[in-house]
């Protein structure tokens, strides 16, 4: 299984004793990297994984940026990339940010996915903030 975590988020340099978000994943998936188990990428999820070949991916853990556009990116490039019968994991499939409490997108653009694609439900985990995960496999 070849997995890439992508993620966009708000970090604080104090939060990772002073260091940028990638040095901060750098440092924590050095041993990964090294033994090629893993890659750290920078840059807007929908635009690293553009970079990938089709097919590629048996599972996709998306936890980038919430807004409706963004995700509806996200998930353009994510039905290209994830193979058939691969399984994609939609963090904080909400309303509500849990952080910033504004409105997220992700709920919406993942539901009008689910409206359009062949896809089968696995999971639907509860996280306790309101802001769950939904997991489905993907039938192109």
Do not use: M
Not at 80 to 88: A, N, Q
Not at 106 to 135: H, M, Q, R, S, T
């Amino acid at each position: 299984i070849r997995y890439s975590p992508l993620e966009i988020r708000v970090f604080r340099r104090s939060e990772g004793g002073g260091l940028t978000l990638l040095e901060f994943y750098k440092k924590r998936f050095q041993k990964e990297e090294e033994n090629g188990i893993l890659e750290v990428k920078e840059g807007y999820s929908w635009e690293v994984l553009e970079k990938f070949e089709d097919d590629t991916f048996d599972y996709i853990y998306l936890d980038a940026a919430h807004d409706f556009e963004s995700v509806s990116k996200d998930i353009n490039v994510i039905k290209k990339k994830i193979k058939t019968g691969g399984i994609v994991q939609f963090n904080d499939y909400g309303f509500i940010h849990a952080d910033s409490k504004e409105c997220c997108g992700v709920l919406p653009a993942v539901n009008k996915f689910l409206w359009e694609a062949k896809c089968e439900v696995l999971y639907y985990c509860i996280n306790g903030n309101g802001l769950d995960d939904l997991v489905v496999r993907i039938d192109k």
